[in-house]
């Protein structure tokens, strides 16, 4: 797993007593699925459907193949595309737009949707299978079918509890799992004066299972002690100390099974680590959240 800190150690040094924002990333080992066929599809998602097809449509994503192509068209009562045909780049990020976007007060446009999708669809290589996964818990029109139209393959789902059935099914399997039951702990040392992560309640976070190449963002405020100043000049400064601790704790699934891990780092207040130190990186924003 590769674990990254990222820390505006300007503002740890700055004596400004402004809480100090920071971020942990982990990613999931890279497992390459170059035995996937190239694909292009289309995910369609009626916006006005459960909750749970919200659900359906992040796991879509999370487990999407490497060498398929990859739309995203949402729909309500009017249909918009959120991306247009090509490689998906940032899954966590594209997960939690999916996420930000608002639900549809009033039964889908399944037509408009539909045939937003095969627009998209029609930019691709003539020689990749093409596909659309519509998402929805409307009655279709009769046109919008299950089955093969002029080479594109429609796919109409409903989001039910099984999501992972669903998602292999439809894509052809799961990204294999790397890590299971990850967790993350924060520890505040001497010249902090707390840590506290945001959208988590308490110093330990649970991040659950990692598929291949997943990422997850644990970011957190620190609140770092403000020393008196003489003439303008602290009277003391916290280069070199030690600021807080993390350790994050898995089971790794490797060739040979599945093996405990525990990885431990301690950020010093220093704008150049020493070797074995984590390194403090500034800026900090964008961020991805978990």
Known sequence: MKIETKLDHQLVLANS?????GAIQLQGSEISDAATTPAAICLVWDKSGAETSRRLVRNFIRHWPEHTLFAFVAFGEEADCFHELGQMTDRTGFSHFVQSLESASTCGNVASGWLLARE?????????????????????????????TEGIRTSIVTADADLNRIVA?????????VAHNARLRLKALQFC????????EGHE??????????????CFNITIPEFPCID??????????????????YDEVTAHGIESRRFE????????????RAILTAPLLPLNFP
């Open 17 to 21: 007593g402004r809480p100090v924002l």
């Open 120 to 148: 998209q669809l029609r930019r691709a290589p003539i020689d990749l299978p093409r596909k659309i996964i519509l998402i929805t818990d409307a009655t279709p029109p009769a046109f919008v079918h299950d089955g093969a």
């Open 169 to 177: 099914t439809e894509l052809g399997g799961l990204r294999p799992v």
């Open 193 to 200: 004066e707390g840590i506290e992560p945001l959208g988590f």
């Open 205 to 218: 976070v649970n991040l659950g299972d990692f598929v291949s190449g997943e990422e997850k963002t644990v």
């Open 232 to 249: 303008g000049t602290p009277v003391a400064t916290l280069e070199n100390e030690e600021i807080f601790q993390f350790e994050v704790i």
């Open 265 to 276: 780092q301690t950020i010093y207040a220093q704008s150049e680590q020493p070797a074995g």
